[in-house]
DNA sequence: CTTGACATAGAACATATGGTCGAGTATAAT
DNA sequence: ATTATACTCGACCATATGTTCTATGTCAAG
């Protein structure tokens, strides 16, 4: 289920997160092709393919530039300890319900600053995104909330997590319970119902660890 | 030289940003002309000039929406750097509905640490509260949530408040709108109904600000 | 060796997209 | 009225860019 990456869907990867990061907006199939040494334009159209089969990449067809990477890679996922109080969360962007985790290029870098207080031992791999919509309503979480998470790909029974459905192609947040082959994706409310989805459906974006909502 | 932005080129700004939060890459010529209303590329191509010419954006000759914001137009979750203060918000003790809050009580000295970053400009007459039981699910809002209040006995209209209806000797965490004598308590989930109580049987405890719930 | 799945290149194609030109319409100043 | 300056449209062009088809190479399994 989870193959290795082939290296040079690695390095498409990559290179468009070096590209997003330094224009701004994702690079065009001819520019990846440069950037990583291939000079056929089907050859990137191939790895796009694949990349977005396993869910790591999200396009628009027919459109220039339209590719957005669905996975934030560990490398981005630093967490600095500015003080010894404050953690510096970095923002990878908006969450919602149909659509992967849109992971923006943001220019300067942007961080949430939280408290350390409010974070158990483990500070390391936390992102933070910004819940659109009302789609997770059922996870007690509104239009608006910013949820922190912890990158990780396998949770514990009845932890909260981002879950990417690959065949349903939508991103929705959870209690995840293992069984068998099976996935029980629990809503926190407990008068919806859960669904199941096979194991190898889900692969999971991180664990909820914080959720904040800042009101008017 | 600082002349007003024309409300044309203005929206032509938004919604370049707009599109970027959506989207993650910016938008074509043609998706600006349509979210403005304009059907003709020529005049996208002039409002851009004007934009590129103010320094406000910068853009890639010949490049498929290659258009950068220079200057971050809207506020964002971006947090402000500048003063990375951590507050100790009071904790007085716990909310469930049936209980009242004693605000002048203080139950010791207890604090929780917030980084400043996360509140708005006004800092004064915080206070912290846990929630207890789950009654307060249909306002978004868990079992063991803490949330952050100011104390104040009036709020806006729409504001998500700590009231406590006398009569009925219970606390409520709910969205009030006045009116007239009356006063609509609206639960923070939409499909809950709201209830109508007498604006004399309502003392707002304080207004929401901040909810945070920290997971396992 | 043959087969088939995967990887690569190149060309050809369709269209998405930016640029430009000319003309038309305001609106205000001369 | 005349001029000037800003704005708006529509059409056209050039090319930037995604897609697809075919051919070829590689390599491990049968």
Redesign the pocket.
């Known amino acids: 289920m989870a193959k290795e990456l ?1 290296e ?1 869907q690695r390095k498409v990867l990559d290179c468009i997160q070096e590209y997003v990061d330094e224009h701004g907006f994702p690079p ?4 990846i092709g440069d950037a990583i040494g ?6 990137v ?4 393919k ?1 990349l977005e089969e396993r869910g790591l990449i999200s ?1 628009e ?6 590719i957005q990477l669905t996975t934030p890679t560990t490398e981005e996922i630093s967490v600095e300890v500015s003080d010894d109080d404050v953690l510096a969360v970095p923002f990878l962007g908006y969450i919602a319900a149909g659509a992967p985790i849109n992971v923006e290029a943001f220019p300067g870098n942007e961080t949430i600053e939280i408290n350390r207080a409010l974070f158990g031992r483990d500070i390391s791999d936390l992102f933070a995104l910004k819940v659109q919509g009302t789609s997770m309503i059922d996870a007690l979480i509104n239009d608006g909330d910013t949820v922190i998470l912890k990158h990780q790909e396998r949770v514990e029974n009845g932890q909260m997590a981002a879950v990417w459905l690959i065949n349903e192609e939508e991103t929705t947040l959870k209690k995840v319970y293992y069984e068998g082959k099976q996935v029980r994706l629990q809503p926190a409310n407990p008068t919806m119902n859960p669904i199941h989805v096979a194991a190898d459906d889900v692969q999971i974006q991180g664990k909820v660890v914080l959720v904040i909502r800042k009101l008017a």
Chains 1, 2 share one sequence.
């Open positions: 082939p040079r065009t199939v001819r520019e291939v000079n056929s334009t089907s050859l159209s191939y790895y796009l694949r396009r067809p027919s459109m220039s530039r339209a």
